[in-house]
């Protein structure tokens, strides 16, 4: 009986490990698919809890802020102005389509979310063209779109022979952002998706595995969307349209970079294992600390944008920390559980067989290793000096901010009607700037305001709204201060009007400390000024806490800061040659955050192809030296690094697709850059300085001290373990793929 029960013994524990196998990679399997499935829709729903107010991500202390929050101590409504611009089509308009133009103004005053118009339609001096300004509802932005859009459709509908008319304004440019960033939700999700579908089928070769990865990635970005819509909706965060459209694309680029990662080291390990399992083990435990790493080097980056003093960035840290946490764990979890259980099948109709040899003695990457190292100094000087030369046009990268009417890419009605504004009114009109002052300084700071240049008109806020011209009757005097609506000579989302809010300001320090100065023009002139102030900021943290990243990593100081070094060049290098382009392009220019978000990603993604590149060439190193270390891990890690960075850019380059110059000059900047790093930087500047600086590249640590192999300067020996001619010198086999390698049953 007990040698019996002795007997069973054995052969029930090897079906144990068996049973646990399969079982553990189908539990994983199911319970993403059961998160996935109750999480994934709320990727669509996160225009539900969007806002694009430009006031609520000012810092509390800015000037433009702390006037909106007294300004609604004089009204009891949150009203944002919709401008409606009647224009003659044959010169002046006549007495009739005024009298039509009042009826027709008269009657979208009874629009649901419309107050009722203080002045009614204004003609213009020239007499060619009429304005109404209707106050619409602005406690919500949605809301605030809904109406415009309602105003749009009534005036649509009704239209007035002989008389062309525009609705924009401030409430028409809500409406305009609301609906370009409403592409979000489909389009550009299904852009990115079929760019990196294409991608992987050129890649992989096979039918089936490209959708499991993206499987993979849609899996991570269905549920990080749902934990950022429930901190939205909860007030933990705000969020906004570009923040929601970076996710996407930053969860899909991020995801299927990992994955690439791991799919090429799996496929290395069925080589060497028979069991697919073995080989997983081994995949897995090769990836982790790389993707680990990867992960929380890009969640550390982008968080370093909570230091930011504007809230439209601050909300982007978390958010994309989020986004790219759950990349990490449906790469590592999720994608690993397919694999194993589908084993070699999933790589139909290219099968790494066991026991069989790869390319990456013969491939293109072991082509490329030999010849940087063959020419190792030529090629990083050669390399170093192309990208300082585009380094030199960054100076002229101008990021000072761009008008609100060349926010949109595409011909859009808020900017229509500023351009009819203009050539018949104030071109501030309908966008007045809010001077908020002391009652006992009005006469004094009226003077000094109608005196500086750029200034239209100024008329208080009287107690009898509505009746008469503006300004007739009474101050309104609340709590000791006086409000007074300034109407500006410029546009006032132009840059010469920012200028003169600035003067202003510094006019009327000069008589009150307490006048303030604020409205749509201040807010945005108070956004650029903080912008610049992140970029001096940031940049600089982030860099540094990305160094000390990479020290620890590497376990070394000199090679993390060669490292660093090259990712600062090679973001210079990127905006030169996004000035040059930009210029030709004709853009006007950019907004501040436009480098900084830059800035974020291309460092934070592209030191993941750095990680990726020196964790192999440390494993490597190991055991072959710096020098052979180096020439190996290139040439293995040569595809699947700018496979990820094809990845990366394509999704990115899918940004452009909203009608949005901010998105469009991010997505050109990211991919480009990008695309610099994988090819350029990590193919042949990095590889070349490390062999130039040789096993000091791991100080202070003791690695690649490698003996002095007798033809190290020979790549051919180093990756095949033969010289040239055929002979072998050398006791150390080299690289010569899994060949000589024996497998592992």
């Not at 409606?84 to 009298?99: F, H, I, N, R, W």
């Amino acid at each position: 009986m007990d040698q019996a029960a002795t007997a069973t013994t054995p052969s029930e524990s090897p079906k144990k490990t068996r049973r646990l196998r399969w079982l553990i990679p189908a539990v994983l399997l199911l319970v993403w698919l059961g998160v996935g499935g109750a999480f994934g829709s709320y990727a669509g729903k996160l225009a539900e809890v969007q806002v694009n107010d430009q006031l609520l991500f000012l810092p509390e202390s800015a000037e433009s802020t702390v006037v909106a929050k007294q300004q609604q101590e004089f009204a009891d409504d949150e009203s944002v102005p919709a401008v409606v611009v009647y224009e003659s089509e044959s010169g002046q308009l006549t007495p009739e389509q005024l009298a039509q133009i009042q009826q027709q103004s008269s009657e979208l005053t009874q629009i649901e979310g419309v107050t009722t118009s203080e002045t009614g339609a204004v003609p213009s001096d020239d007499g060619q063209a009429a304005v109404t300004f209707l106050p619409v509802d602005g406690s919500d932005g949605e809301r605030t779109a809904a109406v415009v859009e309602s105003v749009r459709a009534e005036v649509e509908a009704n239209p007035i022979a002989g008389v062309t008319t525009f609705v924009g304004g401030p409430a028409g440019f809500l409406a305009d952002l609301t609906e370009a960033f409403g592409g979000i939700d489909g389009l550009l999700l299904l852009v990115a998706l079929g760019v990196v579908l294409i991608i992987l089928l050129v890649v992989y070769r096979s039918p089936i595995l490209p959708f499991f990865v993206l499987l993979s990635s849609v899996m991570a970005l269905g549920v990080a969307s749902a934990v950022v819509y429930a901190l939205a909706a909860n007030d933990i965060i705000t969020l906004n349209g570009q923040a929601q459209g970076i996710l996407s694309i930053l969860v899909i680029g991020a995801a299927t970079d990992y994955a690439l990662l791991l799919v090429s080291r799996y496929r290395e390990e069925l080589r060497r294992y028979e069991s697919k399992y073995d080989a997983m083990r081994a995949a897995w435990k090769g990836v982790i600390e790389p993707i680990l790493a990867s992960g929380g080097t890009v969640i550390l980056g982008v968080l370093m944008l909570l230091l930011s003093d504007l809230k439209v960035n601050q909300s982007l840290g978390p958010v994309a920390a989020i986004g790219i946490g759950f990349a990490m764990l449906s790469c590592l979890t999720f994608l690993p559980a397919i694999l194993v259980l589908l084993g070699r099948a999933v790589f139909w109709p290219f099968r790494p067989g066991f026991g069989t040899v790869g390319n990456e003695a013969s491939g293109i990457w072991a082509g490329i290793a030999r010849f940087v190292g063959r020419r190792f100094r030529a090629v990083w000087i050669t390399v170093a000096v192309v990208l300082a030369g585009l380094a030199l046009f960054l100076p002229s990268f101008k990021a000072d901010g761009v008008p609100s009417s060349d926010f949109f890419t595409t011909e859009v009605e808020s900017t229509s009607t500023q351009e009819a504004l203009e050539r018949h009114f104030p071109a501030g009109s309908g966008s007045e700037t809010i001077v908020i002052a002391p009652e006992d300084t009005v006469a004094e700071v009226t003077k000094v305001i109608e005196s500086t240049p750029g200034i239209a008109q100024v008329f208080p806020l009287t107690t009898a709204q509505g009746d008469g011209p503006p300004g007739a009757g009474e101050p309104l005097v609340v709590d000791g201060r006086v409000l007074l609506n300034v109407t500006l000579t410029d546009a006032s989302d132009s840059i010469a009007a920012e200028e003169t809010v600035a003067l202003l300001r510094s006019e009327l320090d000069s008589v009150s400390t307490d006048a303030l100065v604020g409205g749509p023009t201040a807010a945005q002139f108070d956004t650029v000024e903080t912008a610049k102030q992140d970029v001096r900021k940031i940049i600089p943290i982030v860099l540094i806490v990305i160094l000390i990243v990479l020290m620890l990593l590497l376990r070394a100081v000199t090679g993390p800061i060669v490292l660093i070094g090259t990712v600062v060049l090679s973001f210079a290098a990127t905006l030169g040659l996004g000035a040059i382009v930009f210029d030709l392009l004709g853009l006007p220019g950019a907004d501040p955050s436009v480098p900084l978000f830059s800035f974020v990603f291309l460092v934070a993604l592209g030191i993941d192809y750095n990680i990726f590149l020196m964790t192999r060439a440390r494993e490597e190193t190991a055991t072959h030296g710096t020098w052979a270390g180096m020439l190996r891990a290139l040439a293995v890690t040569g595809g699947v690094i700018t496979s990820a960075g094809l990845v990366l850019a394509a999704t990115f380059s899918a940004l452009a697709v909203l009608p949005l110059l901010f998105l469009f000059q991010i997505a050109f900047l990211v991919a480009v850059g990008v695309l610099i790093d994988t090819f350029i930087v990590r193919s042949l500047l990095v590889p070349g300085l490390i062999l130039e600086i040789g096993p000091k590249s791991w100080w202070p640590s003791k690695l690649g001290k490698e003996p002095d192999y007798s033809k190290r300067d020979n790549p051919d020996f180093v990756l095949t373990g033969a010289d040239s001619s055929g002979s072998d010198e050398s006791t150390d086999p080299g690289f010569s793929g899994e060949s000589d390698q024996q497998p592992v049953k």
